[in-house]
C-alpha cells in the first residue's frame, strides 16, 4: 500500500498512514495494531458515515464508547446471547459503546460439593457457601454434616452422615430433605448419607440421588438448586477419607448484578466486558475489510480511506484501477489476520515526537526524584539537630 495521507497533529503525536508497519508497545489496552496488510478497520464518524483506517488508537471517551484519536467510533459485530452470527452479509454492524452494558444479576442453580469427611462419630464439619437468590442478593448457607453411628448389614458396613443446611434468619429452607434456620436448627430435617468401606456414598436418605434444595428468603426471592454430593459408588463428589482433616469444598455458581468495568480485546478480535461483580461476558467482535487492490482506495485525511472502484480505458478495453468493494471478514479469520492488543503500527505514528515527549517525561521523573531525595536530606538533617 503506497502513499502518504496527511495526519492529524494531536498531543504530539501525528498519525497518518505510510504502509504496513510492525507493531509497536503503546501500553493502552484499547490500541490494535492490525498484522493482516491488505485489512483495514471500519470506523463511523458522528454523521455516521462508514470509512476504512488501519489507525487503531482506540480509547474509551467520557461516554464509555470506543473511539479514535479524531473521534470515530469502531465498528464491530454485536454477540446475540454470547453467540456471534456465522453470516456476515446479514449481520447487524454496530459502533462499539459500553454505556449500556450490564451484567444481569443469576440465581445460583447449582452447589457443587468435592473432596472428603472424617471426624468422630457425634462430631460435625461445618462449611459456608454463597448463593444467589433470585434477586441477585448474596445470601450466606452453613452446611453442617454430623457423622453418626456406623452402619452394618448383611450386605456389607461403611459410615454414616447428616447433613442439614442452616440458611440467614428470614430464610428457610424448605423440603422432605433439608430444613432449619440458625434460630431452629432443631427442626432440621437432615439428608441420611450412608458410604460404603471404600468411602464413596451408597445412598442419599436411601436413593441413588441427591436431593434439591429449596430456599424461600424475604421478599418472596427463591433459590431452587441442585445439590451436587456426588455419584453413587464413585469418588467425583463428596467421599469420607480415614485420616487426616476433612478436606471439604463447595462452590456454588450463580453472581449479583453487575456494572461495566472496562473492555478486553483478544489478538483474534473478540471484545468482552468485564464488570465489577466478577463476570466477563463476550459482547462481540471486531471485523475488517479487506480489498483485493487496497493501493486502489481513496485516500483521505487522518489516516482514512474508502473504497472506489475506479477504471482506466486504454483503448477500448477497460481496466480497474480501483480497490474494489470490500470483503468483510471477522478479524482473526483467515487471511484477514490478527491483531496486537496494546500496540500501534509502527506506520500509523510519527515516531519523532514521541520519542522527544518521552525524553522529556523521563527528565520530569529524574527532577522530581532529585527533588524528592534533596527534602529526605533536608529531613534528616532536621531531625538530627533535635
Known amino acids: 500500500m503506497g502513499g502518504e495521507a496527511a495526519g492529524l497533529l494531536e498531543n504530539n503525536v501525528q498519525y497518518y498512514i505510510r504502509g504496513v508497519g510492525a507493531p509497536v508497545e503503546s501500553l493502552v489496552d484499547t490500541h490494535l495494531a492490525l498484522l493482516g496488510d491488505s485489512s483495514f478497520l471500519l470506523v463511523q464518524d458522528p454523521e455516521e458515515n462508514t470509512y476504512y483506517t488501519r489507525v487503531g488508537s482506540f480509547q474509551l471517551n467520557s461516554k464509555n464508547e470506543l473511539e479514535n484519536h479524531f473521534g470515530m467510533k469502531l465498528v464491530y459485530v454485536p454477540a446475540v446471547n454470547g453467540v456471534l452470527p456465522t453470516n456476515l452479509e446479514t449481520a447487524a454492524f454496530k459502533t462499539l459503546d459500553f454505556s449500556d452494558i450490564s451484567s444481569a444479576a443469576e440465581q445460583t442453580s447449582e452447589i457443587k460439593f468435592s473432596c472428603g469427611l472424617n471426624a468422630k462419630v457425634g462430631d460435625s464439619v461445618t462449611r459456608a457457601v454463597t448463593v444467589h437468590d433470585s434477586s441477585g442478593t448474596p445470601r450466606t448457607l452453613n452446611y453442617v454434616f454430623t457423622r453418626n453411628a456406623d452402619w452394618a448389614s448383611s450386605s456389607g458396613s461403611g459410615q454414616s452422615w447428616a447433613l442439614t443446611v442452616q ?155 480501483g480497490s474494489g468493494l470490500p470483503i468483510y471478514h471477522y478479524l482473526g479469520d483467515g487471511a484477514a489476520g490478527k491483531v496486537a492488543v496494546g500496540a500501534l503500527e509502527s506506520s500509523t505514528i510519527e515516531t519523532i515526537p514521541q520519542m522527544a515527549e518521552m525524553v522529556q517525561r523521563v527528565q520530569q521523573f529524574n527532577n522530581m526524584t532529585t527533588s524528592f531525595n534533596s527534602l529526605s536530606e533536608v529531613a534528616d538533617l532536621i531531625n538530627s539537630i533535635k
Open 167 to 321: 440458611a440467614p434468619a428470614g430464610c428457610t429452607v424448605n423440603g422432605a430433605y433439608s430444613a432449619g434456620t440458625p434460630s431452629n436448627s432443631s427442626a432440621a430435617q437432615p439428608v441420611i448419607i450412608n458410604f460404603n468401606d471404600k468411602g464413596s456414598p451408597l445412598s442419599f436418605n436411601g436413593e441413588a440421588t441427591a436431593p434439591n434444595i429449596h430456599i424461600t428468603c424475604p421478599e418472596d426471592a427463591t433459590i431452587t438448586s441442585e445439590m451436587k454430593l456426588g455419584t453413587v459408588g464413585k469418588s467425583d463428589g463428596i467421599m469420607v477419607i480415614k485420616s487426616g482433616s476433612s478436606r471439604l469444598k463447595i462452590q456454588a455458581n450463580g453472581h449479583s448484578a453487575g456494572t461495566f468495568k472496562s473492555p478486553q480485546i483478544d489478538e483474534n478480535g473478540n471484545i468482552y466486558a468485564s464488570f465489577n461483580n466478577g463476570q466477563r461476558e463476550l459482547v462481540g467482535r471486531i471485523i475488517v475489510g479487506r480489498f483485493n487492490n487496497p493501493n486502489g482506495l481513496e485516500m483521505l485525511d487522518k489516516g482514512l480511506y474508502l473504497p472506489n472502484n475506479n477504471v482506466q480505458k486504454i483503448g477500448t478495453h477497460e481496466y480497474s484501477v
